[in-house]
């Protein structure tokens, strides 16, 4: 049974008076480097360049400033860059300034368990990894609140690389729902596997599948298109706070048959079969290897298929009906 930590085992001293590097700006950089602040840590956001990031960090009432320059006199470095860059960033900023022991801190563990960044043997290295987007994380904190996270040590040089990891978790107020441990290669595998086959890729090809096949049997692009992808949200939605058993009570008996049904039969033994097939993909390398070189040639892939879904039936029918729903969504 999974060890799970909530505010009353995690304390913010072992990260009190520390100073703080969080590296990027982005989803989770602004969300994390505001919430450590909240919980009254010393942070400093280092960037690589003048830009966005850095307008909204000011803006924010952050002074950032240069990488090497936010590494030099830190006793912990956040690395809240994209994962793809992580690498050089290492390599090139926080390697040659950083402080002899710092502690280094991933959001996930891709770089490290890919052996991307080998970590000097006298630093801790450990992992907050959050369960949501970068917005949520922030929003969540100011109303009170937290999203999970996955905590793991792979360096626990000190003795208290947990004891900071769950620091860390209080501090973007991840504790006050739970913090989940885990390691670098559960966090880092499961997590590509799960948004290659539902979170991301499963539930949009689903929802491609289920539109298109309407459309091509003559039914009108909306009715379709609110079947088949804007309802899944009110689904999920009570999947979320009550469970599948949840869901299944909560539909009409017609729903619960056929979807006990026919689900099984769409996604079927075959289908498990490829859901295999991906994860061991993963958990062998062969998708990071992969990945890696896609992005090294300025990702066609991921490019070409922004331009395919942006064009496609089903994003006009979502555009046509953005006010309406909007419209129709309960008022703040
Ligand atoms: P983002 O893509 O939002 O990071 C953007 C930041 O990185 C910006 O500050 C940006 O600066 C900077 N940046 C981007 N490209 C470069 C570059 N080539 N050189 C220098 N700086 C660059 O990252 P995320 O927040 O999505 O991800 C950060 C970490 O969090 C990753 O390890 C990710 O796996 C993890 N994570 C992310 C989640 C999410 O919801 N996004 C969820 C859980 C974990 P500028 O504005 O100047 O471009
Ligand atoms: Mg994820
Ligand atoms: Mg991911």
Known sequence: IAKIY????ASLDALKGKKIAVLGYGNQGRAWALNLRDSGL??????????KSWEKATKDGFTPVKTDEAVRNAEVIIFLVPDMIQRT??????????????????AHGFNIHFRMIEPPADSDVYMVAPKGPGDTVRDYYVAGGGVP?????????????????????????????GA???????????DLVGEQTILVGGIMELMRASF???????????????????????????????GLSGMLRAVSDTAKYGGMTVGKK?????????????????????FASEWVEEYNRGMPTVVNGLKEVDNSLEQKVANELRDLIERGKPKK
Do not use: C
């Open 266 to 286: 769409v996604i079927n033994e075959d289908v498990r079969k490829r859901i295999r097939e991906a994860a061991e993909r993963v958990r062998d390398g062969q």
């Open 149 to 177: 996270v996955l905590v793991a040590a792979y360096q626990n040089v000190s003795g208290k690389a947990m004891e900071k990891a769950l620091a860390v978790a209080k501090g973007i107020g991840a504790t006050r729902s």
């Open 89 to 106: 960033i290492w390599l090139e900023k926080v390697k040659p300034n950083m402080k002899k022991g710092a502690d280094l801190v991933f």
């Open 180 to 190: 989940l441990e885990s390691s670098f290669k559960e966090e880092t595998e499961t």
């Open 42 to 51: 010393d942070v400093t956001v280092g960037l690589e360049r003048q830009g």
């Open 212 to 242: 298109e096949t309407l459309v091509e049997m003559g039914y009108q692009p909306e009715v379709a298109y609110f079947e088949t992808i804007n309802e899944v949200k009110m689904i999920v939605d009570i999947i979320h706070s009550k």
């Open 6 to 9: 909530t505010d009353k085992d």
